[in-house]
């Protein structure tokens, strides 16, 4: 499976996920000079930073392991700057969508982390 071709997917199978479970997608991919988010979307009282993270079924370790604190830095930082370039009173929240896919990149299992990590982690 080769990584951006199923990065790609990831991302398309999160973002249907999240429509299909109540959020509005804002944007994706918002980059800034400090990081990427892979996509930013709004629920309720939340605007959700989302990073998706999109695995084979043959992996070992689960999906989320690889936002380690250097990541989350990264996203925190990013979410302010998305935060001042679009002001808003949506309370800030960091999830994770662990995208699992077979080998024809067809979705086996998306598992959605609500508030996977904060600012005071």
Same mark, same amino acid.
């Given at each position: 499976?080769?990584?951006?071709?199923?990065?790609?997917?990831?991302?398309?199978?999160?973002?249907?996920?999240?429509?299909?479970?109540?959020?509005? !997608?804002?944007?994706?991919?918002?980059?800034?000079?400090?990081?990427?988010?892979?996509?930013?979307?709004?629920?309720?009282?939340?605007?959700?930073?989302?990073?998706?993270?999109?695995?084979?079924?043959?992996?070992?370790?689960?999906?989320?392991?690889?936002?380690?604190?250097? +990541?989350?830095? +990264?996203?925190?930082?990013?979410?302010?700057?998305?935060?001042?370039?679009?002001?808003?009173?949506?309370?800030?929240?960091?999830?994770?969508?662990?995208?699992?896919?077979?080998?024809?990149?067809?979705?086996? +299992? !998306?598992?959605? !982390?609500?508030?996977?990590?904060?600012?005071?982690?």
């Amino acid at each position: 499976m080769k990584i951006n071709k199923s990065g790609i997917w990831g991302e398309i199978f999160a973002a249907r996920y999240l429509r299909d479970n109540g959020y509005k !997608i804002i944007t994706g991919n918002f980059r800034s000079r400090l990081g990427e988010i892979d996509l930013v979307a709004q629920k309720g009282s939340y605007m959700c930073f989302v990073e998706v993270k999109t695995r084979g079924r043959d992996h070992i370790y689960e999906a989320k392991e690889a936002v380690d604190f250097s +990541k989350r830095e +990264k996203l925190i930082a990013t979410s302010k700057l998305f935060m001042k370039a679009y002001p808003n009173s949506k309370q800030p929240r960091f999830d994770v969508c662990e995208v699992y896919l077979d080998e024809s990149y067809k979705p086996i +299992k !998306i598992n959605y !982390i609500e508030n996977a990590f904060s600012e005071s982690d």
